[in-house]
C-alpha cells in the first residue's frame, strides 16, 4: 500500500485529529442551510436581497466601496489584475514566486489575460520594500499575499506594508491583496481588516480557509473597479445564475468563527512549540503569525510515516494527513488550526509529541 | 410604478402559474440535501466520488468518452471552442447570430480567448447546411445550439443535422452542441441523447433549464478533449474545491425530470395551442418543438401589461412575469413548461385564455 494512503487512513481513524475545523462532507451545507427559511429566494445573476447584502457586509467589513460575490478566488484575482494593467494600458504586474497565480491556476493569468509576471524576493522570504525598489519595469499591478502560504504563513512586518503602500502610490501603482488568510492574520498584526485593506486597492478574501465554508470569495475596491470585474466575472463564467450554496454557508461560518481567529492563532503558537521541542524538527515560521505553519522534519518520508502511524494508533491523535517529501531525508507539511484543536484533550496532544521525540531519536540513532 | 414591475407582482400573486417549476428558492437545494447523507465527502477540486460518478452517469447518458463538471455553460463553451481551435491552430469559429456565445457573454470568447466568431444564418431561424456550406472561411468549430433559444426554440429537421455532422467530418470542422435544452427536444426527434450527440465531436447540457437544478453544466467529448477541459477549468477559475451543491441538485433533479421532458413537450404544444386561438397573437416556433416557445403579441406594452394583470386578478392563473417591447405596437416573452403546468385547473386556463382573447379584441377595437 502506498505511504501516504496508509497515514491517511491511519489519520482519518483517529479520534482526535489536530488540524482543520473537521471533515469536508456535505454536512457543513446542511448545517449552514437549517438555519435559513426555504422560502428565501435565491440570488439571480448577481442580483437579489442575498448576494447584495453579503456583498454589503464584507465590503463594510473590509472597509472598501463595494465588493462582488464569486465562484473562486482564481477568478477574481486574474480579473483585478487584468483590471488595473487595463486602466493603465501595461500588461506587466509583479508577485511572489510562489504567489497562487503562479504555481497553482495552469497560467491563467498568461494564457487568457496575457499578462506578464515579475517574480520578486525569493522564494524563502516575503517581499519587501527592498523587493519592489529594485525591481528594473514599470508595473500596473503588485500583488501581496498575506500571509504568504507557500512558506509557511509569513508575514512582513507592518511598517513594512505601509511603506510598500506609500512608495506604490507615489509610483501609481495599484497594489492588490490576496487575503485568502486575512481574518487568520488580524490577531497577530492587532489591526482591523480595514485597516489593512486600507493600503490595497483592490482585495481578495475567501471563506473556505479559516473560515470554513464551501467555496467562494469576494473581491473588493472602489465602485468602479467592483463594476468593472463583474463583466470579467461573466466573461470568466462566472456569473452563475445561483451562487448561494456559496454565499449561505460563507455567511454562517463567518459569524460563526470570525471571532475565534484570535483563538486559533495562540492554539498554532502553542502547537508550534511542541514540535520545536522534538528532535530534528522545526516549523515555519519558527512562531506562527497565523493559525498556520509548516513542519520541517529531517526524516526520510517512509520512516516518519511509520512513526505517526504508530503514534495515532496509541494515541489517537492525528498529527497530519499527509507528508511531503522534501528531499530523501527529510519532509514537510502544513498545518492549519480549525475548531478541532480545542476538543483534543492536552494530556493526549503531549503524550504524542513525547512520541514523536522519543521515536525520532530512535531512528536517527540517537538512541 | 414601473409596468413589469406590476406585472412581476400581480404574476407572484396568481395560484396557478402556467410557467416553470416553482419559486426559484433555497428550498430546491434543501430537497436536493434531504435525500443526502450528511457523511457524504465533498468533491476536492474536482476529484471524488461524488462528481466522478456523476459524471460518468452524463457521459454514458449522452454516449461520450467522459465527461467534466464545470459551475457554467459560459465557461464550458468558450473552453471547448478554445480547445478546437488549439488543435487546429485556427482561431475561428462559427454559431447562430443569436448564438448564447454572442450576446450572453460579454464577448467572453473574444476577449479571453481571442477567437473569433463568423455569424450563421439570419436572426430568423436556424443554421442550415446551406449556411455552412456558404461559408467562405475555414474554421475550427462549428457550434449548434439545439433548440435555438432565442427564436423560440426552433429546430433543424434531424436529416438537416446529420447532414451538417457528414459535413463537418469530412472538412475537418468539429462539431460542438450547445445543449443547454438538449433534454427537452428528445421528445420531438424521437431519439435518445446518445443517438443525437453521436453527431457532435462535443456537447455541452445544462442543469438548471428543464431538469431544474441550481446550477451547472457538463461538457463532454472524448478523453484527451476533456482532459484538456480540465486545464482550461482551472485557467478559468472554475475548478473549485466543492462543487457538490450544484452536483447533488443536478443529479436529484435530472433523475426526478428527465422522464417528464415528453409530458412538458405535449403541454407546451397544448398551451401553444390556446395562444395561437387568440386574436392578434402568434407563437414561435407555430407549434412547439420542445417545452419552450415565445409568444408575440400585436398590442403596446402597457396595454397588454394591464389586461394580463386584470387576467391575473380574475382567474387566479399567471401566462407571464414579464414582456418584452418589440416595437411601439407589440411585446413577446418566453414560456417554459416545468412542473407547474399539470397542477392547474384546465377550466381556469380556459377561461384566462377566453378573457385575453376578448380584452385583446376590444382593445384592438374590434369589438
Not at 465590503?59 to 480579473?79: D, R, W
Not at 500583488?143 to 506594508?161: A, K, N, V
Not at 512562531?287 to 511509520?306: C, G, Q, R, T, Y
Request: proline share 4%; aromatic share 10%; charged share 25%.
Amino acid at each position: 500500500m502506498n505511504g501516504n494512503h496508509s497515514l491517511l487512513e491511519a489519520f482519518n481513524q483517529t479520534t482526535y485529529p489536530l488540524v482543520g475545523h473537521g471533515k469536508r462532507n456535505i454536512q457543513i451545507l446542511k448545517d449552514a442551510l437549517d438555519d435559513t427559511d426555504g422560502n428565501l429566494d435565491s440570488d439571480m445573476y448577481g442580483a437579489g436581497k442575498l448576494i447584495k447584502e453579503f456583498q454589503n457586509r464584507i465590503a463594510q467589513y473590509l472597509g472598501k466601496e463595494s465588493a462582488v460575490f464569486f465562484p473562486s478566488g482564481t477568478m477574481a484575482q486574474q480579473i483585478a489584475l487584468r483590471i488595473w494593467c487595463d486602466k493603465k494600458g501595461l500588461k506587466k504586474v509583479a508577485y511572489h514566486p510562489l504567489c497562487h497565480l503562479e504555481i497553482h491556476e495552469e497560467d491563467g493569468l498568461k494564457e487568457l489575460h496575457q499578462i506578464e509576471p515579475i517574480l520578486l524576493a525569493d522564494t524563502s522570504r516575503p517581499v519587501q520594500l527592498e523587493d519592489v525598489l529594485s525591481m528594473n519595469e514599470d508595473i500596473s499591478c503588485l500583488l501581496l499575499e498575506l500571509p504568504q502560504r507557500e512558506i509557511g504563513g509569513q508575514l512582513p512586518d507592518y511598517s513594512e506594508l505601509e511603506a510598500i503602500s506609500a512608495y506604490c502610490l507615489e509610483k501609481g501603482i495599484k497594489l492588490h491583496l490576496d487575503g485568502a488568510r486575512l481574518f487568520e492574520i488580524l490577531p497577530y498584526y492587532q489591526k482591523s481588516a480595514a485597516e489593512i485593506c486600507k493600503l490595497f486597492d483592490s482585495v481578495y478574501v475567501s471563506f473556505y480557509k479559516g473560515i470554513g465554508g464551501i467555496a467562494g470569495a469576494i473581491l473588493a475596491g472602489d465602485d468602479a473597479f467592483t463594476k468593472e470585474s463583474k463583466v470579467w466575472k461573466r466573461r470568466h463564467g462566472g456569473d452563475l445564475i445561483s451562487l448561494y450554496p456559496y454565499i449561505i454557508s460563507a455567511d454562517y461560518y463567518f459569524t460563526q468563527r470570525l471571532p475565534k481567529m484570535g483563538q486559533y492563532y495562540e492554539e498554532a503558537k502553542e502547537l508550534a512549540g511542541l514540535y520545536n521541542q522534538c528532535h530534528a524538527v522545526v516549523t515555519k515560521p519558527p512562531e506562527p503569525v497565523s493559525n498556520m505553519f509548516h513542519v520541517h522534519i529531517d526524516l526520510p518520508k517512509e520512516k516518519l510515516e511509520a512513526i505517526l502511524i504508530h503514534i495515532y494508533e496509541a494515541t489517537a491523535i492525528g498529527l497530519t494527513s499527509y507528508l511531503r517529501e522534501s528531499s530523501e531525508t527529510a519532509c514537510s507539511f502544513e498545518v492549519n488550526i480549525g475548531d478541532r484543536y480545542a476538543h483534543v484533550p492536552k494530556v493526549g496532544i503531549i503524550k504524542a509529541f513525547q512520541m514523536l521525540d522519543e521515536r525520532i531519536k530512535e531512528t536517527s540513532g540517537l538512541h
